[in-house]
């Protein structure tokens, strides 16, 4: 059972950066990794994922032009840099493999989750 463990976060103004980092205690070398973050009372919502071995990444939008992701997989390490943030990026972020499920779209893989980082925004 692999730990995930998020951290980055903070509070930012709008306009802000972040960059989250997210080290993995399994190999993520043969995984599509990427990012998910929730607000409560709402479901967690894929934000990004990147290709085992790049570079292919996908951003969903609106976060697209803003944010990227990127990985180191020999140190099984996965980014996020959060860029031009709005309140509306409020959220905890997490990292987790991606995979695809036609009924529910880009959701995580391992169990379980890790703590994930919290983003704050002000206006």
């Known amino acids: 059972q692999q730990q995930l463990v998020e951290s980055g976060g903070g509070l930012v103004q709008a306009g802000g950066s972040l960059r989250l980092s997210c080290v993995s205690t399994?190999?993520?070398?043969?995984?599509?990794m990427g990012w998910f973050r929730q607000t409560p009372g709402a479901e967690r919502e894929f934000v990004a994922l990147?290709?085992?071995?790049?570079?292919?990444?996908y951003i969903k939008p609106p976060m697209n032009g803003r944010f990227t992701i990127s990985r180191n997989n020999a140190n099984n390490t996965v980014w996020l840099q959060m860029n031009r943030l709005r309140p509306e990026d409020t959220a905890i972020y997490y990292c987790?493999?991606?995979?695809?499920?036609?009924?529910?779209?880009?959701?995580?893989?391992?169990?379980?989750w890790g703590q994930g980082t919290q983003v704050t925004v002000s206006s």
């Open positions: 987790n493999s991606v995979i695809f499920r036609s009924r529910d779209g880009y959701v995580g893989e391992w169990s379980p």
């Open positions: 990147i290709k085992p071995t790049g570079p292919y990444f």
């Open positions: 399994r190999n993520i070398g043969s995984y599509t």
